[in-house]
């Protein structure tokens, strides 16, 4: 068990890359709590992980919210040894369409507070932590109408290096995971049917070199390696997990004879 004995702290963990990456770190032998905004959601999740998951009702836009679910999980499971801030929004904001609040929405969801939910966390960190942020490949590809969104994601890359800059005294390691597309709940709005998921995931699947959407168990693992004394000595790295997508576009289908 890589993680045996270790304390973990996942926002966004009763749905997609969240709970998929708590379910292997209970796996893996962790204590793990997750943090939500869905009652409902958060009270299945905490059951299906068992007597080492641990949910509490937090929105991570509420900064004394997370503080005190922090507080809560260093209570419950001691002393924290990862933390996976993970929980973030989509956001279309196209150019000469968008309100200044619905750009804010996503600037302070996707960076403000993960930014915040590492400080509350500092005090309750081990030395030889692992801190992992969630970015995205959008944060490189320039996908039109989503400049907040790209603007987050790029900021998250820039804030976990000086984070690991500021923490490497501490031995604690600050990395970033960036989905490509993948099977989670965030396609709802722009696939609300099983139909139209089929053909969003077709086009997905043509402009990625191996040829497939990704699925949340994919970030998991990588979510797992950087939590783990695998990636001893990997700091302030973005490791993409994409199919190819960023590294190697050329490779897709849709561009093979």
């Known amino acids: ?3 045996k004995g270790k304390t973990a702290f996942i926002t966004g963990g009763n749905s997609g890359i969240g709970l998929a990456t708590a379910r292997l770190f209970v796996a893996e032998g962790a204590k793990v709590t997750i943090t939500g905004r869905n009652r409902e959601t958060l009270e299945a999740s905490a059951k299906e992980l068992g007597p080492n998951g641990f949910a509490v ?3 991570i836009n509420d900064v004394a919210a997370t503080e005190k679910a922090i507080a809560r999980a260093v209570e419950k499971f001691g002393k924290l040894d990862i933390v996976f801030a993970n929980a973030g929004i989509p956001g279309n904001t196209p150019l000469g369409g968008t309100a200044l609040s619905a750009f804010e929405q996503v600037i302070r969801t996707n960076i403000t507070s993960v930014f915040f939910t590492v400080q509350a966390a500092l005090p309750y ?3 030889g932590a692992s801190i992992i942020l969630n970015g995205s490949v959008i944060s490189v590809l320039g996908n039109p109408g989503y400049s907040a969104y790209a603007a987050s994601k790029a900021g998250v890359r820039a804030m976990a ?7 490497s005294p501490r031995n604690i390691r ?8 993948a099977r989670t709940p965030i396609w709802k709005g722009a696939a609300p049917t099983d139909e139209a998921f089929a053909a969003l995931e077709s086009r997905i699947a043509k ?9 949340a168990d994919h970030i998991a693992k990588t979510v797992l390696f950087l939590a783990s004394d695998d990636s ?3 700091q302030s790295a973005e490791i993409f997990v994409d199919g190819g997508a960023t590294g190697s576009p050329a490779g897709a289908p849709i561009f093979r004879g």
């Open 232 to 234: 001893a000595h990997v």
């Open 174 to 181: 600050v990395n970033v995971v960036a989905p490509g597309a």
């Open 1 to 3: 068990m890589r993680l």
């Open 57 to 59: 009702e937090a929105d």
């Open 125 to 127: 960190l081990n030395d």
């Open 161 to 167: 290096r000086v984070m690991a800059s500021e923490l």
């Open 207 to 215: 402009t990625t070199p191996l040829g497939r959407i990704g699925e």
